[in-house]
C-alpha cells in the first residue's frame, strides 16, 4: 500500500533536521487513531522494525541553507509505502483524523494535513528490477556488544553484504520459504549514485541515492519496494520507486 500525504507549511522556513519532526506527527497521529498500534510501535522506547518507509519531497522552488530549507511554496508531500495492508490501515487512519489539523512543527512553525491520496503500487514481473531512492537508503552495521554504529555508503566495498546481512536478520521468520537463502542470492548492483551527508537528530549519517538494481526473487524485489531498504526507513529513507 503507498499513500501521498500532502501538507501545508504555516511558514516557509523549515529547519534541515525535518524528519524527526515528521515522525512526531507521525507517532501523535498514531497514539490519538489507536493506542495499542502505537504501544506495539513505539512503546517503552520500542526498537522494533517497522514494516513501512517514507520519503519527503518539498513542492519547489526550494532553496537549501546549512541549518534551514526554505520551501516557498509551503507545500510538503510525504510518502509512504509498506508491504502489510493492516499496518496501512492503521496509518492511513492514523493520518486521516489529522486532517486540517494543525500541529506545531517547531517554535515559529505548524504543518496541517490537507490532502489523501492512494497510490496505485506497481507489480514486478521478472528477476530483475532497477529502482530510483525516493528517500537516502542508510547502510548500517551495528554493534551489538558495543551499542556502536557505523553508516556506509555505495563506494564502500562491504556495502551490500551489510545489507543483505541486516536484510536476513530483519525478515526472518516473516516468510514460509527459507528467506535467507533467497536473500544471499540476492544481487545488487548501484547503477549511478551520489553520497549525500544527512541531518538525524544529532547524527550526520552518510546515505546513498540514485539508481540501483536488485536481482533475485520476483516476491522478494516486490516485497523490498513495498517496505524499502536500509535502516532508519520509518524516518523518512530508503524508500524506493520502480522504474
Known sequence: MRFHFTFELENEVIDVNYRRKILSFLKNAIEKSDKQFYQQLYGNGSNTNKDFTMSVYFVPETQYGTETISVKSKRVIVNMSTPNSLTGIQLYNAMCGQKFIKYRFSGENSLRLVKIQNEKEKLIT???????????????????????????????????????????????????????YDIRQLKIEFIRMKKVIIKNYELKIPCSLGIFSMEGEQYLLQYLYQRGVGAKRSLCFGMLDLI
Open 126 to 180: 521478472q528477476n530483475r528490477a532497477v529502482f530510483n531512492t525516493m528517500s537516502p537508503i542508510v547502510i548500517r552495521d551495528h554493534n551489538r556488544e558495543t551499542g556502536r554504529d557505523w553508516f556506509y555508503t555505495f563506494e564502500d566495498e562491504p556495502a551490500v553484504d551489510i545489507l543483505k546481512r541486516n536484510l536476513e536478520a530483519e525478515l526472518s521468520g516473516k516468510f514460509q520459504r527459507d528467506i535467507g
